[in-house]
């Protein structure tokens, strides 16, 4: 597992609530536990400049922005995450388990927002250095069970209609459908059940 798995770059992904954080963190400890030097990440977030990032884009009082606006401050925070903290991290043969990246880009500004997907990845060649993980964990779940779990303040994404997020989790789907290094776990059960098969994908893929 050390040997598979260093150097590695592995994305959890989802719609709001799906439980990627309870996941990530599960997903860290069982490597760190099995000796793998692992480095754990969120987009947007983990360098200054992202986290500014991070506030101006989920402020609730940011009501007027744009999606176009919202494309290019996703991807600049996750340029400099990149450059900073991600390249690094796997150059030092971290495996690297990442909260979120380019494919929420594409379910929610790209397919929820009507962005386009295409542009997005368009938009991401031209910023990005590397635009796509070795494995991709799509947790999927429904909106009812999604948002039971956000029982708290929501923030500016998080509050965007119900038909919105409807559309982003049919956008993570189709992506996911387009893609061999995608995989989609029902993340709608218990988060020990999701962990065991999250291992069980781990162990079963065959990096390139
Ligand atoms: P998080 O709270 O899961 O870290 O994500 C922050 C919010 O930003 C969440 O509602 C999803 C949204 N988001 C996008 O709309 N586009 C993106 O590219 C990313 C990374 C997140």
């Not at 506030?55 to 009082?61: A, D, F, G, R, V």
């Not at 495996?95 to 542009?119: E, H, I, N, P």
């Not at 994404?157 to 459908?177: Q, T, W």
Request: one cysteine or more; hydrophobic letters at 40%; glycine letters at 8%.
């Amino acid at each position: 597992m050390k040997e598979k798995l260093s150097g590695r770059f592995i994305v959890l992904d989802g719609p709001d609530g799906c439980g990627k954080s309870t996941q990530a963190e599960l997903l860290v400890n069982w490597l760190s536990e099995r000796g793998v030097t692992t480095s754990r990440f969120r987009d947007p977030g983990d360098t200054d400049i992202g986290e500014k990032i991070r506030e101006i884009l989920l402020n609730p009082e940011h009501l007027s922005m744009s999606t176009q606006t919202e494309v290019l401050l996703y991807m600049a925070a996750r340029a400099q995450l990149w450059i900073e903290k991600i390249a690094p991290a796997l150059q030092k043969g971290h495996c690297v388990v990442l909260d979120r990246w380019l494919s929420s880009t594409c379910a929610y500004q790209g397919w929820a927002g009507r962005f386009g997907m295409d542009k997005v990845i368009d938009i991401a060649t031209d910023c990005l250095e590397r635009i796509w993980p070795d494995v991709t964990i799509i947790l999927d779940v429904d909106l009812k069970t999604a948002q039971q779990r956000l029982n708290r303040q929501l923030d500016r994404m998080e509050s965007k209609s119900d038909g919105y997020h409807k559309k982003v989790r049919d956008g993570f789907l189709k992506l996911a459908g387009q893609r061999e290094d995608f995989y989609i776990v029902d993340a709608g059960r218990k988060p020990e059940t999701v962990h065991q098969d999250i291992l069980q994908l781990i162990s079963e893929v065959s990096f390139k």
